[in-house]
């Protein structure tokens, strides 16, 4: 245990995995003797949690680690460390690009951040630590070189102490070959479910009401230890008995492991959220097969019909990358069609962006000029925005229950810090609303009256609970919002 307080900056950028990996990183610096800061200059240590799907992502972390390198030179005393995927990614060459850093922490071996600190603190020099590469050795071992060190909770580095996320499953096998993930977070592993219950019973006893649950196909999760195979509906039925959680979530699901079972469940458990994101990828089943997805599009359309059946109301999210290697216009308005029928509550549109270690950049010339790339990103994203907007429609004159976050986007950036603000929360479906309310209803589920709309927003008025046997809209006169009783929206 280290005596001296020491300060520690982390910027984290990427999926919710790294998100939660970076409130573990901090939980077991706490234990360290760690305080948290917001800058760098306040900061004795410097981490950087890191994603590598896209070039993008990597740019902008190189370009923030030679901000520092003048930080550096004035401050040698400081500890630099790269965390994370592109630390996995890039391991030795991280150090030749910028010989400032001191630490590069593979997502397998994040729980040694303190020691490794500590030893490049006593001058022990650049300190490497990443797992085995997928070709390094038996499966096994490279399966041990992946650890994650999940128990470590901490309530205060949640993006809210009463949401947090659950790991049930590291790595992935599926290597859809675009996708740098099955490198960078090594073979797909179902955590124990004695582990996760136990997780999860810890998280509600943190005041936890909302849990999503994360793996990169986490309907495919699967435990086979004790001689039983658990699933991830039969995890949803246990989880689901715990006191004080209200809502569960699972995200990302992969297509192919949506199941009947799974869907049954989900219908059949109150607290399963009716919010399922199940990227598509391409509508064009050349394309899908050259990014090696396992599914063609009439069987994506087949799991829809599935969903639709089994949950009305679900909402329905997909991603979809433009301008994968060789795509045409006609295989991309296959994309766009695929788009205008599904009628997704939203989706995550990015650029084909070569990987190098992928079977697409070894294979496949990434061919598709950037300008066309470009054109068919703000396209789709458009015609994703009129669907979304249209959807969110639906729901003027409903009443939708919501789980309030905190100070809206717009309240956080005009620095609002009255008693009465515009709050933000998110429906059992995972939809945004907005409304006025006084700050004492952060972490309260609450009915809230849908009054307006943009594409990625609900707009409303919190109806107070009753003092009659009526709920009344605060400020809003009886009669507008038309049915009273909340859905799940
Ligand atoms: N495991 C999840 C799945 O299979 O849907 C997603 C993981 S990935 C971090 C999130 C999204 O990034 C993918 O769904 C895909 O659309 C996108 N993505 C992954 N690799 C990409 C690449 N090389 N270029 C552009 N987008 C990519
Ligand atoms: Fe990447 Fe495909 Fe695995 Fe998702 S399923 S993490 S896209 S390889």
New binding site residues.
């Given amino acids: 245990m280290t005596t001296m307080p020491h300060y520690v900056y982390i910027e984290t950028v990427?999926?919710q995995m790294n998100v939660l990996d970076s409130e573990m990183v901090v939980a077991s610096l706490r234990q360290h003797g760690y305080q948290l800061v917001d800058s760098v200059d306040q900061a004795d240590t410097i981490l950087f949690n890191t994603c590598s799907?896209?070039q993008h992502a990597e740019d902008k972390i190189y370009s923030a680690l030679g901000h520092l390198r003048r930080h550096k030179q004035r401050n040698p005393e400081k500890v630099i460390g790269v965390l994370g995927c592109m630390a996995q990614k890039d391991q030795r060459r991280i150090f030749e690009r910028a010989p400032y850093v001191d630490l590069v922490i593979g997502p397998g071996q994040l729980q040694q951040t303190a020691e490794l600190i500590e030893a490049a603190r006593a001058g022990g020099g650049q300190q490497l630590a990443v797992s085995l590469g997928r070709r390094d050795g038996p499966r096994e071992e490279i399966r041990r070189s992946h650890e994650t060190f999940d128990p470590l909770r901490d309530p205060a580095m949640r993006p809210t102490p009463f949401q947090a996320y659950l790991r049930i499953q590291i790595g992935?096998d599926?290597f859809?070959t675009?996708?740098?993930?099955p490198m960078t977070r090594g073979p797909e592993q179902g955590r124990p479910p004695d582990q996760i219950i136990a997780e999860a019973r810890l998280l509600a006893d943190q005041g936890c009401q909302e849990i999503t649950l994360l793996g990169?196909?986490v309907n495919s999760y699967r435990d086979r230890s004790g001689g039983r195979t658990t699933q991830l509906a039969d995890l949803l039925v246990a989880l689901h008995e715990i006191e004080g959680l209200a809502r569960l979530k699972f995200v990302?699901?992969?297509p192919k492991d949506m199941t009947v079972d799974l869907l049954q469940t989900v219908r059949d458990l109150p607290k399963c959220s009716h919010y399922l994101h199940v990227?598509l990828?391409s509508g064009s089943n050349r394309i899908l097969q050259a990014m090696k997805r396992g599914y063609t599009v009439e069987e994506y359309r087949e799991m829809m019909a599935r969903i639709r059946e089994i949950l009305p109301d679900a909402a329905v999210s997909s991603?979809?990358?433009v301008g994968f290697c060789g795509e045409t216009d006609e295989e991309y308005q296959q994309s766009v069609d695929l788009v205008r029928q599904c009628r997704f509550k939203t989706s995550?549109i990015?650029?084909?962006?070569?990987?190098p270690g992928?079977k697409?950049a070894e294979l496949l010339p990434d061919d598709v000029p950037e300008e066309i790339k470009r054109r068919r990103n703000n396209e789709l994203l458009s015609l994703q925005d009129a669907i979304s907007e249209e959807e969110n429609q639906a729901f003027f004159g409903r009443t939708v229950e919501v789980l309030v976050e905190g100070p809206s986007h717009v309240a956080q950036k005009r620095g609002d810090d009255g008693d009465v603000l515009q709050l933000s929360g998110r429906t059992m479906c995972d939809r945004i609303v907005v409304f006025h309310g006084p700050r004492r209803l952060v972490g309260q589920i609450l009915p809230v009256a849908v009054l307006d709309c943009t594409a990625h927003t609900l707009i409303g008025e919190a109806i107070t609970r009753p003092t009659t046997p009526e709920l009344v809209p605060l400020g809003l006169k009886r009669g507008v919002a038309s049915d009273f009783s909340a859905s799940g929206g």
């Fill in positions: 990427g999926c799907v896209r992935c599926k859809c675009y996708c740098i993930v990169q196909t990302t699901n992969y990227p990828q991603d979809f990358i995550f990015f650029k084909y962006s070569e990987r992928t697409a």
